[in-house]
């Protein structure tokens, strides 16, 4: 047996004793789901908590309501949380405190305090006063889900280490409405959910346990989400049964401590059939149906037989739901019934349920996703893209003041790439939210990181030069270009059972990042990026950097292999919304056509020579879009339609920047693997091992997609790339 020197045993034996030695001074990583997100509030060193030893350890509520309660329970508990300490609670102002309370209920013992400005619904004002000759720390607002929405903000700064001292910070909502929809069916599955299945409904009932729909609820809060429509806005009439709506009115009432106001998708033939369809029932807990409505032979919106069927469907939820926001309706739309079987237009159809609620505060959104899906592919001139504008702009000013249409951000659905939707200015005297896909169906599912902000923001920020103004789309969202009473944001957010949410813990990120946005479009996607990161996963230097860097670089990566030059994304589009399938787009209905044959590639949606779509942008966006000298390199096969060899802006030719695009994102995403294994030991490892597995997988697939696209627009194409990776045996 050789013999080992003493040296090297006594070199080992210091080599471990150190390992042992460091492994016990660094902060034990604590095991983590997922599934507060980031609502973590973990501890802080005694080092970090030591800056907020000034935080009186008193809260004073003033007023009580169901919300201002929860926002006093949730500062205490967190409080405690991350800093150790517990808080007493009051009703009764008296010494240092933390006063929670509407403007109007402190101005009971603090008359002179005013709001630096007028503070809108939901916004928050957080700043220090003296009451009663006692120094106190002031959360208020005009309403109670203001000082709620104040709490988180403050919370927020404390978990990511921010000062407080002399904190005096005003925020106002950009707009209105902010809800979330979720689309999940009775039955317990969400179309295009990828994070296990539904939080409400199990086997065609509401979930008895609902834990996890007040867990959610909170969430929304914390983001300032106001409202969340709780089923696929491919409805199941079946929602509107009586005893359905009797099941629903148990999740309102988990929705109101957080002040998230619920909502439901509806089918615009309900009247004709809700009364006939069977759905499970469960134990009521208030009095029967007082109005029934019984069903009818028509769902002609212009019937007043039909008038009062919703007046009376109406008023029966908001006998069980006073808080109730409103309904979506998909009408006319893959293959959903709408008004145009009676010859109506949406304008008829979204009023008639509009003046049911009116009476109530409720709200319809109407959403502008009207489009045939059997198109003629043969005809050039056909295009999907033109659907929402030639549908909905006629109907300008048609629309019940209490009406939203809601528009997708692009003109096709949710692709990697898009131009923003024309519809935007194409609607001066009606309501508009723009509506975001949280959950990734054609951005990798969450099975490939893909993190939306920068994304929103380009679509955000665009600016529609409306009569040869400055008037981006956040601006007119929010309702500030055209005056608009209600407006805002929508996004299809798609959480589930699975611990984490979303299936992925980093796909939260978008999540917290559309609430952000939503909130204050204007900050940047670091910022939001930076918040979520510290929030979610601690302020460790290289964490922060590292996950920051990944997610802001997602998106470009992820364009990178699957969908150059706003083609789209080339996944299959008849299928799973997955995998690359780049064949499926062409020769059917559903229009998503990229156009790719043996001399070229791309969508000719010229005036000139095209479909004519990019003539329902303003002026300014059509000399934009319109030649290929001025239109963008990113966005050029979704207007025009191009030789393979044509050079883009770049210098490039457009096949060997195909190539070159899919080579490097590929090449990019195996990077995420050592960029994320740099951070174990420094994040927890149930996080650390989930989340390496995926970015390994994404790796893989990412070659997938890269071979795959590449060898069809070789075979297409017959032009070989320049550096022998496609087309030609390697050197
Ligand atoms: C809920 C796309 C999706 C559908 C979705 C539809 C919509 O077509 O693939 O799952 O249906 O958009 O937004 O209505």
Redesign the pocket.
């Known amino acids: 047996m050789r013999s080992v020197r003493p040296t090297n045993v006594l070199l080992n034996a210091l080599a471990v004793a150190a390992l042992v030695f460091t492994t016990s001074l660094s902060p034990p990583v604590a095991a983590e789901t997922g599934a507060e997100a980031w609502l973590r509030y973990a501890p802080l060193s005694p080092h970090a908590a030591k800056s907020y030893k000034q935080l009186p350890g008193k809260i004073v509520v003033l007023g009580d309501s169901f919300v201002l309660r929860t926002a006093q329970q949730e500062l205490a508990r967190d409080v405690a949380k991350m800093l150790g300490r517990p808080l007493t609670s009051s009703g009764v102002p008296g010494g240092k405190a933390i006063v929670l309370a509407t403007l109007d209920e402190i101005h009971a013992i603090l008359p002179t305090l005013q709001a630096p400005q007028g503070l809108k619904a939901d916004g928050y004002w957080i700043t220090t006063a003296r009451v009663r000759g006692a120094e106190c720390l002031i959360i208020t607002a005009s309403n109670d889900r203001g000082v709620l929405y104040g709490v988180f903000a403050f919370l927020s700064k404390i978990a990511r280490g921010e000062s407080i001292k002399k904190i005096n910070e005003l925020q106002q909502p950009y707009a209105p409405i902010r809800w979330v929809n979720q689309?999940d069916n009775l039955d317990g599955r969400i179309?295009?959910g990828y994070g296990g299945p539904s939080i409400f409904f199990l086997n065609g009932k509401v979930r008895d346990d609902l834990t996890r729909a007040g867990q959610y609820a909170r969430l929304l809060a914390s983001i300032g989400i106001n409202g969340c429509t709780i089923n696929?806005?491919?409805a199941a009439p079946g929602i509107l049964e009586d005893d359905f709506i009797s099941q629903v009115r148990r999740i309102a009432a988990v929705f109101r401590p957080w002040g998230v106001q619920l909502s439901l998708s509806v089918d615009l033939s309900s009247p004709k059939v809700v009364g006939s369809t069977h759905v499970a029932t469960a134990a009521s807990a208030v009095q029967p149906a007082q109005s029934v409505a019984e069903p009818l032979d028509t769902f002609d919106p212009l019937d007043p037989r039909v008038a009062d069927w919703w007046r009376k469907k109406v008023n029966e939820i908001y006998r069980q739901i006073p808080d109730f926001g409103g309904f979506v309706v998909?009408a006319d739309?893959?293959g959903r019934l709408g008004p145009s079987t009676y010859g109506r237009t949406p304008a008829d159809a979204a009023n008639v349920i509009a003046r049911a609620l009116k009476p109530h505060g409720g709200i319809v959104f109407y959403?502008a996703?009207v489009y045939n899906h059997h198109l003629d592919w043969h005809d050039l001139k056909n295009d999907r893209a033109k659907a929402a504008y030639d549908n909905f702009h006629p109907l300008d000013g048609a629309f019940d003041e209490n009406v939203i249409v809601q528009i997708?951000n692009g003109p096709i659905?949710?692709q990697v790439r898009e131009p923003v939707s024309p519809l935007f200015a194409g609607l001066r005297r009606t309501n508009e939210a723009v509506?975001l896909q949280i959950t990734q169906?054609y951005t990798g599912q969450q099975r490939q990181l893909c993190f939306l902000v920068p994304m929103w923001k380009e679509v955000l920020d665009f600016d529609m030069r409306i009569d040869g103004n400055s008037t981006p789309v956040k601006d007119i969202v929010s309702g500030r270009v055209f005056h608009r009473p209600v407006a805002g944001f929508a996004g299809?957010a798609n959480v589930g059972m699975e611990a984490n949410w979303m299936g992925s813990p980093l796909a939260m990120a978008n999540l917290y990042g559309f609430g952000r946005l939503a909130w204050d479009p204007s900050l940047s996607s670091e910022t939001i990026a930076d918040e979520w990161t510290r929030l979610s996963f601690g302020r460790d230097l290289l964490v922060v950097k590292t996950i920051n860097d990944l997610q802001l670089n997602s998106w470009h990566v992820y364009e990178n292999y699957t969908g150059p030059l706003g083609a789209g994304t080339l996944t299959n589009i008849t299928g799973n919304?997955y995998d690359p399938g780049p064949e499926s787009s062409e020769e059917n209905g559903w229009g998503q056509w990229h156009r790719a044959d043996h001399q070229g590639i791309g969508m000719d949606r010229t005036v000139a020579t095209g479909t004519d779509y990019i003539a329902q942008y303003t002026p300014e966006v059509q000399k934009l879009y319109e030649t290929l000298a001025s239109c963008p390199d990113n966005l050029l096969l979704f207007f025009h339609h191009v030789p393979y060899t044509y050079a883009l802006h770049s210098g490039k030719t457009v096949i060997q920047h195909v190539y070159d695009s899919h080579y490097e994102g590929a090449e990019q995403a195996g990077d995420f693997v050592p960029q994320w294994k740099a951070l174990r030991g420094h994040i927890d490892d149930e996080r650390y091992r989930d989340i390496l597995a995926r970015f390994e997988y994404q790796a893989t697939e990412a070659v997938v997609w890269r071979d795959a696209i590449c060898n069809w627009i070789y075979r297409l194409s017959g032009i070989p790339d320049q550096k022998g990776r496609v087309g030609s045996p390697q050197p």
């Open positions: 689309w179309e295009r696929n806005v491919n998909k739309s893959e959403r996703f997708k659905d949710f509506e169906e299809v919304h």
